[in-house]
């Protein structure tokens, strides 16, 4: 099994188990993780911190705002600290992949994904 593989198969457990998602579009979780390329395999760059504001701020910047081409405004903010609920306090490893993918989700933003694949 390829390190790829392997990170999506960590993801699906940590989706299903600690965040309680039955649900899972695997596919579109297979394109966000491949869009965050040799990322996922570096520890530091692999999470999101949710309790590091300047973090959330790259996050809305580069990744809600460039990549999915939303507006700014208080609605980014909103899913963001709601995707950092979702994924819980008490989570440690909030997955920069399955962050994506929540926000990704939240904003119904599929299409970003699936017409690049």
């Not at 395999?41 to 996050?59: F, H, I, M, N, P």
């Not at 989570?91 to 993918?101: P, S, W």
Request: net charge positive.
């Amino acid at each position: 099994m390829s390190k790829f593989d392997e990170a999506l198969e960590l993801y699906h457990s940590n989706m299903s188990e600690k965040i309680g998602i039955k649900k899972i579009d695997s596919e579109l979780l297979k394109l966000v993780t491949r869009g965050l390329g040799p990322s996922i395999y570096r520890k530091d760059a692999a999470s999101v911190s949710c309790s590091d504001q300047s973090e959330l701020d790259r996050v809305k910047k580069n990744f809600l705002i460039k990549k999915l081409g939303l507006d700014d405004g208080p609605e980014l903010d909103a899913a963001i600290k709601k995707v950092c609920q979702k994924m819980g306090s008490s989570n440690r490893n909030k997955y920069r992949a399955i962050f994506y993918y929540l926000l990704v989700k939240e904003f119904g933003k599929e299409a970003v994904y699936t017409v690049n694949s």
